[in-house]
């Protein structure tokens, strides 16, 4: 019986002695690295790394086996082609990884933890004629199954995309988007890119989505609305030539078949309407002055 008792002693003092020792940093830390595993897992499995995190394992174990036997060849040869691999896999993961840097740069951390930095003003994308012309053209172009691809620049300017086009710098109206996408017209292949209350360039080429869960009766004008709005936070507006459907592309997802209210909807919210200065706070929601 006393045995049992000192080794139950023993047991819980190994346990508890580590437990005393913990301060506020391990907690910390270990909060941290489970932020940023679960970060990247959830990263492997909303991109195509968990098909190539795949063929990585099955590297790994091939690799294993090698080193299990002593293979003094493969194992030269193993050594000399880690440093390769490791910039082939920065080169193949690089749009995934420019993605997620992009999406940590949009989250805007420390004005919303310290909103007493945030003190600039902020005025509205484009006015309410400019979403009153998109969304007129669109539905004209929807009745008749006119094929269009319109781009609405926010945060991330589209030059280099502009470049690929040629350049308008028009005022923006339902007459004119209509007559670009007209059938059989010099400027109806391509996008349109509008920034702000104007159409700055047509025929615009944009990058194709190479996300395999689209439906496969999409053609490349949907998968390059998708494909832009991946790389971008711009948000597409696109008219199908074949069912005159409508459909938005936004942050890499697509509706499709939307409504009239729904288009205005969206195009209000990307329109950021006019904020008034804000007054001096110390936290947020101490005052709001919005207009």
Not at 35 to 62: E, H, P, Q, R
Not at 244 to 254: D, E, H, P, R, T
Request: charged share 20%; with cysteine.
């Amino acid at each position: 019986m006393n045995s049992i008792r000192i080794w139950f002693h023993n047991y819980l003092t190994w346990f508890t002695d580590p437990i005393s020792t913990i301060t506020f940093t391990n907690v910390l830390e270990i909060l941290i690295l489970a932020f940023l595993v679960y970060s990247l897992l959830l990263w492997i499995k909303n991109t195509k790394a968990w098909t190539l995190l795949k063929g990585i394992v099955v590297l790994a174990v091939c690799v294993s086996i090698v080193y299990l036997f002593r293979m003094d060849t493969l194992i030269y040869i193993v050594n000399r082609a880690i440093d390769i691999a490791i910039i082939a896999a920065l080169v193949i993961f690089q749009p995934e990884l420019r993605r997620a840097l992009e999406r940590i740069g949009e989250q805007q951390i420390f004005t919303s933890l310290f909103p007493v930095l945030d003190t600039k003003e902020t005025s509205e994308r484009f006015s309410d004629r400019t979403i009153n012309e998109i969304v007129k053209a669109t539905f004209e172009m929807s009745k008749v199954k006119t094929g269009a691809l319109i781009v609405v620049e926010q945060n991330i300017r589209l030059d280099e995309y502009e470049r690929t086009g040629i350049t308008l710098d028009s005022v923006v109206t339902s007459q004119l988007l209509i007559n670009i996408f007209e059938h059989n017209t010099p400027l109806h292949d391509g996008a349109v890119i509008i920034k702000g209350n104007r159409i700055t360039a047509a025929t615009c080429y944009l990058p194709l989505s190479d996300n395999m869960m689209l439906s496969k009766e999409l053609g490349t004008r949907h998968r390059a609305g998708v494909g832009i709005s991946e790389v971008t936070d711009s948000m597409t507006v696109i008219v199908s030539e074949e069912t005159g459907w409508i459909s938005i592309a936004y942050k890499g997802q697509l509706t499709r078949n939307v409504s009239q209210d729904t288009l205005r909807e969206q195009l209000i919210v990307l329109q950021n309407k006019t904020v008034a200065p804000k007054k001096f706070k110390f936290w947020k929601g101490w005052s709001k002055n919005e207009t």
